[in-house]
Every structure is written in C-alpha cells, then in structure tokens.
Nanobody, 114 residues
Framework: QVHIVESGGDLVQPGGSLKLSCLAS???????MAWYRQVPGKQRELVAT???????DYAEFVKGRFIISRDDAKKILTLQMNNLKPEDTAVYFC?????????WGQGTQVTVSS
C-alpha cells in the first residue's frame, strides 16, 4: 500500500521561497511523478512533472520560479518554490503524473500573503 505524505507548506510573504517534500512510502517510484495544487472550489491542477529520466516539465504559471526534483532511492519528490505570488496559495499534493494514481495524501498548505 502506498502512503503519500506532503510537507513543507507554510505562510510566506510574496517574493519568498518554500521547499515542499513528498514521501511516497511503499511506492515503486519508477514512473513520472508530479506536483499538483488545489484551491477551494476549483479543480486540482498540474504544477510540475518529472519523468524517470529526471526531465522536468512545468506549467506556464510556475516556469522559471519552481524546480521539481526527485530522489528515487529515498522515494522523495521535492518542489523548490521561489518568487512566490499570492496566486500560488493552495494545497499542494504529489502523485503519479499518469493513471493509475496513488491514493491522495493530505497535501500541504501554502499561503502567500503579506
């Protein structure tokens, strides 16, 4: 059974930085992984993806600001978020990029506000 735990979310001022981590215990991790985010009342959206060759891909709204990375040995996915904007406020989740997805974790809250 795969158990996902995201961490690292916090309250940060605009322009600040945060680093999110995701531990996927029990996962093979041998697939493309991704970070997603969701705000109340909206659909979960894809933020960044990294494939098994460590090639990243980013949504336009985070390009140049966020960096996704993975440690396959430790089964950890990270998201370095720089130059944060108020519109980045959301709950952030990690999961596989493609179906079948793992059961979703609780996510980690990122709030960008002055």
């Amino acid at each position: 059974q795969v158990h996902i735990v995201e961490s690292g979310g916090d309250l940060v001022q605009p322009g600040g930085s945060l680093k999110l981590s995701c531990l996927a215990s029990g996962a093979s991790f041998q697939n493309s992984m991704a970070w997603y985010r969701q705000v109340p009342g909206k659909q979960r959206e894809l933020v960044a993806t990294i494939n098994i060759e460590f090639i990243p891909d980013y949504a336009e709204f985070v390009k140049g600001r966020f960096i996704i990375s993975r440690d396959d040995a430790k089964k950890i996915l990270t998201l370095q978020m720089n130059n944060l904007k108020p519109e980045d406020t959301a709950v952030y989740f990690c999961n596989r990029r493609y179906n079948p997805l793992y059961d979703w974790g609780q996510g980690t809250q990122v709030t960008v506000s002055s």
